[in-house]
């Protein structure tokens, strides 16, 4: 059946999803994507002409730079627009910027910001209203003092923040290069480099902008770099400059005579792609990617380079690629918002009942009431309306000021916290736990999904050779000399060995005892195999070999080989030097036979001193036992042998041989050449010719190498998996590596059911199928997508590329067929229809993602591979929009930056891959074990001390506040308060301040042992359980009620009373006293009820602040102060004369008894009868401790994950050094004259070769 999405395009429908490919589509544009017709008709070559044209020439290659030459910036077409007539250049600076203020601006733009929170901007409205004599009924000073405070913690925190930030920025800005200037090359800060400099850059140097590299001191102008900020591998990659550059730029006097021009595409994100071209000498030379080096990458064993900057600052490819920084806010934060809204609401409607109610009153009772006449002739109405404001005033408190101030000082408590904890430092590194913000501790409580990079976050990134299989004889173990079992591991001596590294840690004594006496040839062969079949390239200098290899994998098996006695020395174009147990030999190399991702293999065809022909080869098992000669007698042994490493989750690989004859390499070396210069399909041509030598192979053994996790990482997730967090893998790393490291660190196990791009993508298409066919059809939208994609109660996976995720969630644009077809001007109709058309294929790619974000949360682990930074913050951000979830993302490379701006919480790793990762991120620590703590302790315990605070903080206002609205049916609602305005000034700022604010940081419900060990405690801030509209709602309802226990039992004791002087005491301003002590008292003895980890502090801080009120009140009321200030202190006296009264003092009791003893009656029952979680802990913890104390006494053993399955060797991303070794470029050669280079006079060239 033909739809209209059919006719829209027509897809390749051999255009499936390469796993091994990278997909940095996030900036493709059609043209790129296009596959131009072979004949295209004439009239649609007009159209297309009309149409685009101008457009064309806008978008290829319109960024140009001219090499020393400042003034070319100069010219009006590089400028841009900024506001109005002001103009700036459109190359950014290289100054980075993350700052938000500067001394001009922080005062202005702080209270700006400040002034945007709605509270903040209430209380400015307030104390404006409050400055109005007709409907003021506090003094300002109630208002403005607390408001001052409030803005001035808050600014100094900013300010601390942002200082912070600047020293950051200076330290990067503030780094020094060599760039030319005036002739020479002169240290130049990188806040000054410029588009169009050349600069040099040194050995270990990080590179300051993307630049395009002229020339460097290695042959052939190579520069080798480590890209760990950009793509997370610390495996080294090779540039190479250009013929012409690299004959001519090398000294200083002609580099500073440069003028090339550039001219590229513009700044874009895309790290693996750059089109541009080199005008010069009038001569023009193409440019690619392999010519350029991107900021953020480190020259490695490369003395010095020259370079031309090409994009400089914001323009970079890592900063394109960086992300927005996003303001980000907790779920407390949008809750607490809503309900400072709906107290607004609630003081609004109280006010207006108030006001109406005067206005009724002054009608029946206060025009009628000539005592009560103030001389002021207004009607009822209008003395309502200034009662209205006037309640808004006295009813301010419900509001509460101090929240915002009080949250960001336990905020910021709790991040010393995290900051001071020995248990998150790692002393390796010196390496502290960091909390680089202090406005998200509470969120760290309530996480729902883990988005985590995989090298450098859960493992080491450092291979090791752990065992091996030689002959059908497993080694590895620890054994001593004649082979017995050791009954603990015993290191190996490789003192004999004067090229040993020193660093392999191996305990089997045997296999050394048997490389050494030669008993078994077969042994020396593979060590020998594993020095010889590789691209690895060797630094000699200084006497000490460095091996650069182009996978961590490999660099690993060379070294295992150099340290057992088989050491690969050095390399040409067409030979290797080996030295085998002392003796050096070079053999000839014929062909390298190099990796890639169908093959799963490299082979080496070499020829001996003697003249013997060998092809060694390793690779995977799968292909290798393909290949393998059919009598081959080791082959089940180092079958059963590979099974072994793979239930230990080892890295395995295979390794065989094949001697060849002369005349069988002739015949195969003339397919060889052949395939070589092929001009269409040479890679396939070669796979082919490869394929017939690669055949009856004679197995010798397998390898097993072990992708070190860090410390501790399987009983992190585990715990975590416990607490019901979800965690989901996103790396750039091949997709064998991130499966090896899923069963690695048990996120995957033999009973997993895993489910590749293929099988997600059919699931994703049958219920997108269905949902069209439900929703054309009448049936109740609500039962269209409910049902599971997957079986119940069974434990599934997914492992997903970047290539086929662009494919399943429509991202990647599609390569259209184009239709020979004659193309005219659209119609209106046909436009409608397009536009009708493109919003219904915006739907179906919102389905498609909410479908596969739905069959992802059905599983127990995510994997995603081969993503671009880009597609990481994609994954999380569509978890954050269709599951509403908290997300925390952890890395510690650049290319992780967008993910961990992207979630709501950011965590960085101060690891291998610098620390671009942590300047970004909201926490960073030393290892990805310690997220536990910070989330299992830290995160809890500060939900719970958020939650318990803001329940308690609006509890106490509300008892406090409302009080005046009980007092007002008994004073004709007339706006008087029933206190004194100073207790009203300093309620919340002195007397019940600090209880709660030491709550909210020291609280704990249990221990942070405790914590770790019963993760299920975790799942009450994932439910939102502690704070919530039900909690919000509970605390006003108990607000309430103590205002009217408050307000009504001294009310009551009041009435018609006579002290025992003969006096009644029952006068406004005792009754004022006694309702403000019983308040005082009762809503900290609550806080005492509250806490549940009592200290001195906690306890000094409950009666201190009771004793500080008695004593600030005796001050305030003495007839001292009133001397001083009579207009202000008016309650003289009043404090002496009211609490000398035993009565009153049985009042007080009796009222702080009646608010406190049914909250203790009803916490007694709860915890009796409906225990939580935490209470019965609580309740067992001596039980608990004692079974800590015994474990202690026992040796823990933790045993890897035990797997069935086959852990693959992974080789490097892309293909190895092999062509850079065949085509000799990496050996040093006379350099020919710059005129033969330009001219291209090929003989003069050859001569400077020959010479050389």
């Known amino acids: 059946m033909t739809t209209e999405r059919d006719s829209e395009t027509t897809f390749d429908e051999d255009s499936q999803p390469n796993d091994e490919e990278m997909p940095y589509s ?88 400040q002034f945007k929170r709605a509270a903040n901007f209430y209380f400015l409205i307030l104390l404006i209203l409050q400055a109005i004599p007709q409907i003021t009924t506090l003094s300002w000073y109630t208002t403005l003092i ?127 792609k750059f089109t541009g071209t080199l005008k010069w000498k009038g001569r023009s030379y193409a440019l690619d990617a392999d010519k350029i080096l991107l900021r953020g990458c480190k020259i490695r064993n490369t003395d010095a380079c020259h370079g031309l900057v090409i994009f400089a600052g914001a323009d970079t490819k890592i900063m394109k690629n960086s992300g927005k920084t996003r303001f980000k806010r907790t779920k407390i934060d949008s809750l607490m918002n809503y309900m400072v809204y709906t107290i607004f609401v609630m003081l609004i409607l109280v006010s207006a009942g108030l006001a109406i109610g005067h206005t009724y009153w002054e009608q029946q009772i206060g025009n009628s009431s000539w005592y009560l006449y103030d001389g002021m002739d207004y009607t009822p109405s209008y003395r309502g309306f200034l009662n209205f404001w006037g309640y808004i005033i006295v009813l301010n408190t419900m509001v509460p000021i101090s929240l915002y101030v009080s949250v960001e000082v336990i905020r910021l408590g709790q991040s010393y916290f995290i900051n001071w904890d020995l248990q998150m430092y790692y002393s390796e590194k010196d390496t502290a736990a960091k909390a680089r913000t202090t406005t998200l501790n509470e969120q760290l409580g309530q996480i729902h999904y883990i988005f985590s990079d995989k090298t450098g976050t859960l493992t080491q990134n450092i291979m090791t050779f752990k065992k091996c ?15 017995q079992p050791l009954n603990r591991p015993e290191q190996v001596d490789f003192s004999w060995n004067m090229h040993a590294d020193g660093k392999l840690t191996f305990n089997d004594q045997y296999l050394i005892e048997q490389i050494r006496s030669g008993n078994e040839p077969e042994i020396q062969q593979f060590f020998f195999l594993l020095a010889i ?60 036979l190099d990796f890639n991702s169908d093959r799963k293999r490299m082979s080496v065809i070499v020829r001996d001193p003697k003249g013997r022909i060998r092809l060694y080869c390793k690779g995977a098992d799968t292909v290798i036992y393909e290949r393998l000669q059919p009598r081959n007698p080791r082959r089940q042994a180092t079958q059963e042998a590979l099974d072994i490493f793979a239930s230990e989750t080892l890295r395995t690989l295979c390794l065989c041989y094949k001697d060849i004859s002369d005349k069988e390499y002739e015949a195969w070396n003339k397919k060889f050449i052949a395939a070589s210069v092929a001009e269409r399909n040479r890679d396939e041509a070669l796979d082919k010719v490869y394929e017939e030598i ?228 909201d926490y960073s620590f030393g290892q990805f074990r310690y997220l536990q703590r910070l989330l299992l302790v830290h995160g809890r315990w500060s939900y719970i001390r958020m939650c318990k605070f803001l329940r308690y903080f609006f509890y106490k206002n509300f008892a406090f506040t409302l009080v005046h609205f009980w007092y007002s049916f008994f004073n004709g609602y007339s706006a008087q308060t029933a206190y004194e305005d100073w207790f009203i000034t300093l309620y919340n700022v002195l007397y019940t301040s600090l209880p709660v604010l030491l709550v909210g940081l020291l609280d704990q419900d249990v221990s942070d042992k405790l914590s770790l060990r019963f993760p299920t405690l975790y799942l009450l801030g994932q439910k939102d359980l502690l704070f919530n509209y039900k909690k919000f709602f509970i605390s006003l309802l108990h607000g309430v009620i103590t205002s009217l226990v408050i307000f009504f039992i001294p009310f009551g004791a009041y009435l018609q009373t006579m002290g025992q002087d003969g006096e009644a005491p029952s006068d406004y301003q005792s009754f004022a006293v006694t309702t403000a002590s019983a308040l005082v008292i009762t809503v900290n003895f609550q806080m005492g009820l509250d806490t549940s980890y009592w200290t001195f502090v906690n306890a000094f801080s409950i009666f201190g602040s009771i004793a500080l009120y008695f004593g600030i009140m005796f001050d305030l009321h003495s007839a001292g102060i009133h001397v001083l200030f009579p207009a202000a202190f008016q309650f003289t006296g009043t404090a002496a004369n009211a609490l000398r009264q035993p009565y009153l003092w049985l009042t007080i009791i009796l009222t702080v008894a009646l608010c406190l003893l049914p909250v203790i009656a009803l916490r007694f029952l709860t915890m009796t009868i409906w225990p939580s ?65 330009l001219s291209n006079n090929s003989v003069e060239i050859r001569q400077g070769e020959e010479a050389s």
């Not at 902008?209 to 793509?231: G, M």
């Not at 996978?551 to 067409?574: H, I, K, M, W, Y």
């Not at 892309?1214 to 062509?1219: E, F, P, T």
């Open 146 to 272: 607390p408001l001052l405070l409030v803005l001035g913690i808050t600014a100094i925190k900013d300010l601390v923040d942002d200082i912070a930030r600047h020293r950051m920025d200076n330290e990067i800005n503030n780094r020094t290069c060599d760039v030319i200037k005036d002739g020479r090359f002169k240290s130049t800060k990188w806040k000054d480099v410029k588009v169009g400099d050349v600069i040099r850059l040194g050995k270990n140097a990080f590179v300051p902008a993307d630049i395009l590299l002229l020339s460097s001191s290695e042959p052939n102008s190579l520069c080798y770099v480590e890209t760990a900020e950009l793509d997370g591998e610390t495996n080294l990659k090779f540039k190479m400059s250009l013929e012409v550059t690299d004959r001519y730029l090398q000294e200083e006097s002609t580099l500073a005579v440069f003028d090339g021009l550039v001219e590229c595409e513009e700044p874009n994100n895309r790290l693996d």
């Open 26 to 113: 996030d900036d493709e544009t059609e043209d790129e994507l296009d596959t131009p017709p072979a004949v295209e008709p004439e009239q649609n070559r007009l159209n297309r002409e009309v149409e685009v044209t101008h457009e064309t020439l806008r978008k290829d290659c319109s960024w140009q730079v001219k090499a020393n030459d400042p003034a070319f910036y100069e010219q009006p077409q590089f400028k841009k627009t900024k506001f109005l007539c002001l103009t700036t250049s459109k190359y950014s600076g290289n100054a980075i910027k993350t700052y938000k203020y500067n001394p001009v601006t922080f005062l202005p733009l702080n209270l700006l910001e």
């Open 1173 to 1237: 979680e935490s209470d019965k802990i609580q309740k067992n913890r001596k039980k608990y401790k004692a079974e800590e104390e015994e474990w202690k006494r026992r040796p823990s053993v933790f045993r890897r994950g035990i797997s069935g399955r086959r852990s693959a060797y992974a080789f490097s991303h892309q293909r190895g050094y092999a062509d850079l070794i065949a085509s000799g470029r990496n050996i040093r050669r006379r350099r020919a004259s710059l005129t033969a280079v």
């Open 469 to 483: 299989c030689i002959n059908g004889h497993t080694y590895g173990e620890c054994r001593d000399k004649t082979g």
């Open 533 to 592: 079949c590789h691209t690895v390239m060797v630094d000699a200098s200084d006497g000490d070999l460095s091996y650069q290899a182009a996978s961590p994998d490999e660099g690993a098996l060379v070294t295992a080989a150099r340290n057992f006695g088989f050491v690969f020395l050095s390399r040409t174009q067409n030979t290797i030097t080996i030295s085998e147990l002392g003796t050096v030999r070079t053999y000839d190399v014929l062909a390298i």
């Open 694 to 921: 690669e055949k009856n192979l004679i197995l010798l053994g397998a390898t097993a190498i072990e992708d070190k996790l860090q410390d501790g990482v399987p009983e992190t997730i585990s715990k975590l998996a416990k607490a019901d967090i979800k965690i989901w893998v996103l790396t750039g790393d091949k997709k064998e590596t991130a499966e090896n490291i899923g069963y690695s660190c048990d996120l995957l196990t033999d009973e997993t059911t895993i489910y590749y791009g293929e099988d997600v993508s059919g699931l994703l298409q049958t219920r997108l199928e269905n949902q069209r066919n439900r929703s054309g059809s009448n049936l109740d939208s609500s039962q269209r997508t409910n049902e599971p994609f997957l079986q119940q109660g069974r434990n599934h996976a997914l492992i997903i590329t970047g290539s086929w995720l662009n494919e399943i969630l429509l991202e990647k644009k599609k390569k259209r067929k184009k239709l020979l077809k004659l193309k005219f001007p659209k119609t209106p109709e046909e436009k409608q229809k397009q536009l009708q058309t493109k919003k219904k294929a915006e739907a179906n790619k919102e389905q498609q993602q909410r479908n596969f974000v739905d069959l992802a949360c059905e599983c127990s682990a995510v994997i995603c591979c081969r993503v671009t930074p880009k597609q990481k913050a994609m994954v999380v951000e569509m978890v954050k929009k269709y599951k509403k979830a908290i997300t925390l993302a952890i890395g510690d490379g650049a290319n992780d930056v967008n993910m961990i701006k992207t979630a709501h919480i950011g965590v960085g790793i101060s690891g291998q891959e610098g620390m671009q990762a942590v300047m970004s991120s």
